[in-house]
């Protein structure tokens, strides 16, 4: 523990309590309280490391109140590496005090790759037992309170899929003259919830001359488990991910789910402990892509078909602020012919999802998702589009709860129209 406090001070010292992450704080928005905010967070690990303060369960929940947005660590003028401190006080309270049993044995269950597959297939044929349809079509609606897997009644979820996309394609899917090999690193959500914005990804790669691999012994990526403390579940399947990654020489590694690429980019490197795998990432990691930015490298597609539709995007944290990708999608949807793009206020500010954020702080994360919402809406936009799929759970659910008509597509499935791949 010593050298973690060692380690935790080199960034605690940098704070000089300037409190300008307390402006871009969502949370801080809502909760209006100081604990809330980054400097204090990082006020109550100085205590920590200073041994004033024990690594407590209450100051577990403290800090698991945090959508580990990266909005803090963007604007700190000292440069404080918030989200990394944030994620190793994350680590140590986890291991001083474990995590509740669901959420342990869920992780735990992600390590069990082909049961895993098997119980979320099970898990889409059965969901009608315990979920039942929303009104509106968008989603399904818990038939009880489900307390312990984060959902009351009136959260619209998306249903499973019963065929998801690694059993739709094949594992190589194969061009004419191919111009190259790349990786589609699918993880969880573009698999098994909406596998149809995973195959609008395979086709754009397909119309872009390579051959597309769909590694079958891909495990989830781990975020879930590493960022609510549990790096031994993180580590595993971090390592597996990069073994597996690393065993061909692709020409890119492309993802659809900023969460997912931002943790192969970034945030494995304090997540792989073996050092030949660490290796292995290091020179894996560049080569890790968002599929617009795939596009914008390779060239936006001419002749593209008229898609009719005002369009507004909402930037994803892990997108914009993990990969570092904001103009390439806007330079695409703007370049389809049809399409009347609305940039919405506040376009990069967090939706309030945060991985497993939402299902502990449901209503503070309705509260920042409909400032969120009321911004797109105020584009007059009918189409919100995104790039990760934990956004797109939430904004929809947002969406649905005011009863707007308006709909979220992944940016994948509007660039397949536009390339006459539907
Ligand atoms: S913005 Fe950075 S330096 Fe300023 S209070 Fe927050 S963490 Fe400290
Ligand atoms: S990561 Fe986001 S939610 Fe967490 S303290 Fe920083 S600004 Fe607030």
Same mark, same amino acid.
Request: charged residues 30%; glycine residues 6%.
């Given at each position: 523990?010593?050298?973690? /406090?060692?380690?935790?001070?080199?960034?605690?010292?940098?704070?000089?309590? *300037?409190? %300008? *992450?307390?402006?871009?704080?969502?949370?801080?928005?809502? *909760?209006?309280?100081?604990?809330?905010?980054?400097?204090?967070?990082?006020?109550?690990?100085?205590?920590?490391?200073?041994?004033?303060?024990?690594?407590?369960?209450?100051?577990? $929940?403290?800090?698991?109140?945090?959508?580990?947005?990266?909005? *803090?660590?963007?604007?700190?003028?000292?440069?404080?590496?918030?989200?990394?401190?944030?994620? +190793?006080?994350? @680590?140590?309270?986890?291991?001083?005090?474990?995590?509740?049993?669901?959420?342990?044995?869920?992780?735990?269950?992600? %390590?069990?790759? =082909?049961?895993? &597959?098997?119980?979320l @297939?099970?898990?889409a044929?059965?969901?009608?037992?315990?979920?039942?349809?929303?009104?509106?079509?968008r989603g399904k609606?818990?038939?009880?309170?489900?307390?312990?897997?984060?959902?009351?009644?009136?959260r619209i979820i998306p249903p499973l899929s019963?065929?998801p996309l690694r +059993?739709?394609?094949?594992?190589?899917?194969?061009?004419?003259?191919?111009?190259?090999?790349?990786?589609f690193y699918t993880g969880c959500m573009l698999n098994y919830v909406y596998p149809e914005a995973g195959e609008a990804i395979v086709?754009?790669? #397909?119309?872009?001359?390579?051959?597309?691999?769909?590694?079958?012994?891909q495990?989830c990526c781990g975020t879930p488990?590493?960022t609510?403390?549990?790096?031994?579940?993180?580590?595993?399947?971090?390592?597996?991910?990069?073994?597996?990654? $690393?065993?061909?020489?692709?020409?890119?590694?492309i993802t659809g789910c900023a969460s997912c690429g931002s943790a192969l980019? /970034?945030?494995?490197?304090?997540?792989?402990?073996?050092?030949?795998?660490?290796?292995?990432?290091?020179?894996?990691?560049? #080569?890790? #892509?968002d599929i617009t930015?795939?596009?914008?490298?390779?060239?936006?597609?001419? &002749?593209?078909?008229?898609?009719?539709? @005002?369009?507004?995007y909402h930037d994803p944290c892990h997108l914009v602020?993990g990969m570092?990708v904001?103009?390439?999608p806007?330079?695409?949807?703007?370049?389809?012919?049809?399409?009347?793009?609305?940039?919405?206020? &506040? $376009?990069?500010?967090c939706c309030g999802a945060g991985g497993t954020f939402s299902m502990?702080?449901?209503?503070?994360s309705? =509260?920042?998702n409909?400032?969120?919402?009321?911004?797109?809406?105020? %584009?007059?936009? %009918?189409?919100l589009a995104t790039g990760c799929s934990a956004c797109r759970m939430h904004i929809t659910d947002g969406l649905?709860?005011? &009863?707007?008509?308006?709909k979220v597509l992944h940016t994948a499935e509007i660039?397949?129209?536009?390339?006459?791949?539907?």
């Open positions: 523990m010593e050298n973690v /406090h060692e380690e935790w001070k080199k960034q605690l010292v940098k704070c000089i309590r *300037c409190g %300008t *992450c307390r402006s871009v704080c969502p949370v801080f928005k809502v *909760c209006d309280n100081e604990n809330t905010t980054a400097r204090g967070k990082v006020k109550l690990l100085e205590a920590v490391s200073e041994g004033k303060l024990a690594l407590t369960p209450a100051l577990q $929940a403290r800090m698991s109140k945090c959508l580990l947005c990266k909005a *803090c660590t963007t604007g700190c003028p000292s440069g404080v590496k918030t989200d990394e401190l944030f994620l +190793s006080a994350r @680590k140590a309270l986890a291991a001083e005090n474990g995590l509740p049993l669901a959420k342990k044995l869920a992780f735990t269950g992600l %390590t069990y790759r =082909k049961l895993f &597959d098997l119980g @297939k099970l898990g044929a059965f969901q009608g037992i315990v979920f039942k349809d929303a009104p509106d079509g609606l818990a038939r009880l309170p489900l307390p312990s897997a984060g959902l009351s009644q009136r019963t065929s +059993s739709r394609l094949p594992e190589v899917n194969k061009v004419a003259s191919p111009q190259g090999k790349v990786a086709k754009i790669l #397909k119309a872009h001359g390579v051959e597309v691999v769909i590694p079958a012994r495990s488990a590493f609510a403390g549990d790096y031994q579940v993180g580590r595993y399947l971090a390592e597996e991910n990069v073994k597996i990654l $690393a065993a061909e020489n692709y020409d890119a590694i980019q /970034h945030e494995y490197s304090a997540v792989i402990e073996d050092p030949a795998v660490k290796k292995l990432w290091e020179n894996l990691s560049k #080569k890790v #892509k930015q795939f596009i914008v490298e390779r060239g936006i597609k001419q &002749d593209l078909r008229e898609v009719r539709a @005002k369009i507004t602020r570092g904001s103009q390439e806007r330079q695409i949807l703007t370049s389809i012919p049809g399409v009347e793009y609305a940039e919405m206020k &506040d $376009a990069a500010k502990v702080y449901y209503d503070v309705r =509260k920042i409909d400032w969120k919402l009321d911004n797109a809406e105020k %584009t007059g936009a %009918t189409i649905g709860q005011r &009863d707007s008509a308006m660039i397949a129209k536009a390339y006459g791949l539907d």
